[in-house]
Structures are given as structure tokens and as C-alpha cells.
Antibody
Framework: QVQLVQSGAETKKPGASVKVSCKTSGYTFADYGFIWVRQAPGQGLEWLGWISAKNDYTKYADDVQGRLLMTTDKVTITAYLELRSLRSDDTAVYYC??????????WGQGTLVTVSS | DVFLTQSPLSLSVTLGQPASISCRSSQRLVHTDGNTYLSWFLQRPGQSPRRLIYRVSRRDSGVSDRISGSGSDTDFTLHISRVEAEDVGVYYCLQATEWYSFGQGTKLEIK
């Protein structure tokens, strides 16, 4: 099963940007798609978007469209999420998850992003 | 957009008793490829979600056979035949037929 290891916690000021990485191992990178999900404190899971590792095709959720950028690096087999113009309500644990086609199976350990002045 | 509605939102169950969680979709979840991409995940306190069931009823490796999934079209159910202490956490359904969306989550605790 694919293993996903995310970068460490971040604290940012409102208006700044954050970039979270998700390094993979244990499978053929191009076979997989990644989704990014966030979980605000005490809340449920919110889907943010999807990227294909094969062709970098992306689909973003409406709520973050325009502020979110998802990319992959096929050399380091890493997926990235970048969120711009941060607001206090972006404070959450951000997860990457991966799977073949629509079968999302594996999750990273999560990255806490805190937005505070 | 596809909306998933879980019920109940919280569940208190005596050890050894059964439990079930419903997930209802605002649209049919049959994909054009004929598959139904409805999965169930368990998030234990302080942990990442872990997949239990995929494509409605297929159990992941290492998941107890006390746990099963059923349903079709817009109505889906997660069943736990005999609740154990390790089942405590929040259960989420996820649809991946039309992009992705999660249910609100159902918190299971031991009575």
C-alpha cells in the first residue's frame, strides 16, 4: 500500500501563503491521483481538490477555487498543496490522500496549519 | 454537487451490540463505468482517517469481518455486528463518483 509522509506544522499570518508537501513511496507514482482534505478544529472532513500524478490535471472545490494550487514533482514523487491569501478560517489539519482512479485508500499523517496574527 | 447526509450524527452503543450508520446521497452514485464509488472511513481520536470499506461493500485488508457495507443508488449503510472498544471514533462516508464529497461524520462511543 502507498505510504504518504507530509511536511511539518506551519504558522502563518493572515494574507500569507503556505505550501504543504506529501512525499510518497511504495508504488508507481503516475498510477495515482491525490486528493487534499482539511479538517478545521472539532469539525468534519472537507474535500479541497484532486490532482492526477499522470498528467497534473486538477479539479478544485468551489470554496477554495482561485486561492489553491496543487502540483506534483515526478522526480521526488511528491505532491504539493499551496494555499494563498490565508484567513483565520483556513486554520485546520490538511491531509493528502491517494489512490488509483476513484479508490482513495491511503492517507498522510496530516499537517496543522495555523493562521494567526 | 453531490451532498451526503449521514445519520445519526452520534451513536452510543453497548459493547457487543450492533450498530449501523446511514449515508444518503443527493444523487445516484453509479458511475458511468458501472461502479459505485462509496467508501467508509474511520477516524480514531488524534489519527488520520483509515479506509474500511470501498465500492459500497468491499472490505479493506485487515478490517474486521464484524464490519460490512451495503446499499445502492442513493442509500448506503455501514454495519457493525458487535461493537468493540476499538470501533470508537468518527465514521465518514465518501463519494468519488462525481468528484469527491464527505458526509458530516458519525461519532460512535461506548455506552
Amino acid at each position: 500500500q502507498v505510504q504518504l509522509v507530509q511536511s511539518g506544522a506551519e504558522t502563518k499570518k493572515p494574507g500569507a501563503s503556505v505550501k504543504v508537501s506529501c512525499k510518497t513511496s511504495g508504488y508507481t507514482f503516475a498510477d495515482y491521483g491525490f486528493i487534499w482534505v482539511r479538517q478545521a478544529p472539532g469539525q468534519g472532513l472537507e474535500w479541497l481538490g484532486w490532482i492526477s500524478a499522470k498528467n497534473d490535471y486538477t479539479k478544485y472545490a468551489d470554496d477554495v477555487q482561485g486561492r489553491l494550487l496543487m502540483t506534483t514533482d515526478k522526480v521526488t514523487i511528491t505532491a504539493y498543496l499551496e494555499l494563498r491569501s490565508l484567513r483565520s478560517d483556513d486554520t485546520a489539519v490538511y491531509y493528502c490522500a491517494a489512490g488509483v482512479g476513484a479508490n482513495i485508500e491511503s492517507w498522510g499523517q496530516g499537517t496543522l496549519v495555523t493562521v494567526s496574527s | 454537487d453531490v451532498f451526503l447526509t449521514q445519520s445519526p450524527l452520534s451513536l452510543s452503543v453497548t459493547l457487543g451490540q450492533p450498530a449501523s450508520i446511514s449515508c444518503r446521497s443527493s444523487q445516484r452514485l453509479v458511475h458511468t463505468d458501472g461502479n459505485t464509488y462509496l467508501s467508509w472511513f474511520l477516524q480514531r481520536p488524534g489519527q488520520s482517517p483509515r479506509r474500511l470499506i470501498y465500492r459500497v461493500s468491499r472490505r479493506d485488508s485487515g478490517v474486521s469481518d464484524r464490519i460490512s457495507g451495503s446499499g445502492s443508488d442513493t442509500d448506503f449503510t455501514l454495519h457493525i455486528s458487535r461493537v468493540e472498544a476499538e470501533d470508537v471514533g468518527v465514521y465518514y462516508c465518501l463519494q468519488a463518483t462525481e468528484w469527491y464529497s464527505f458526509g458530516q461524520g458519525t461519532k460512535l462511543e461506548i455506552k
